[in-house]
């Protein structure tokens, strides 16, 4: 059992990996971990580290979230895109973003809308 949860963990970190067009060697530039300990996770032959998955997932630009329990792609590429709106405005801009997709949210989930 738990060598299945390795097996979708790499997968899901290789699917990452490609959606981003690194090969292994590329990624292993940009984190400093070997490309063979980047290949052995995605197998799931290896358990990694906190530090390694972290390294990974902010290499990959991906949240632990998409990692462990991936959304649909389309929802995942929907968080993506206002995550990277988020990103580009300036701090009392996201302070803003913030407090009105909270109002919005909860509005939303009061209103029970589907």
């Known amino acids: 059992m738990p060598n299945d949860v390795l097996s979708v963990l790499g997968m899901r970190l290789r699917k990452a ?53 991936p959304a649909d792609e389309q929802t995942e590429a929907d968080i993506q895109k206002i995550a990277g709106l988020y990103r580009a405005c300036p701090e009392q801009g996201r302070r803003l973003i913030l407090a009105s997709t909270r109002a919005m949210a909860h509005e939303l989930m009061d209103a029970n809308i589907e």
């Open 17 to 69: 990996r490609n959606d981003r067009g690194f090969t292994q060697d590329q990624l292993s530039e940009i984190t400093g971990l070997s490309a063979r300990h980047i290949a052995n996770v995605e197998k799931g032959d290896v358990n990694p580290s906190f530090e390694v998955l972290s390294t990974l997932v902010k290499a990959l630009g991906v949240s632990f979230d998409a990692v462990f329990d």
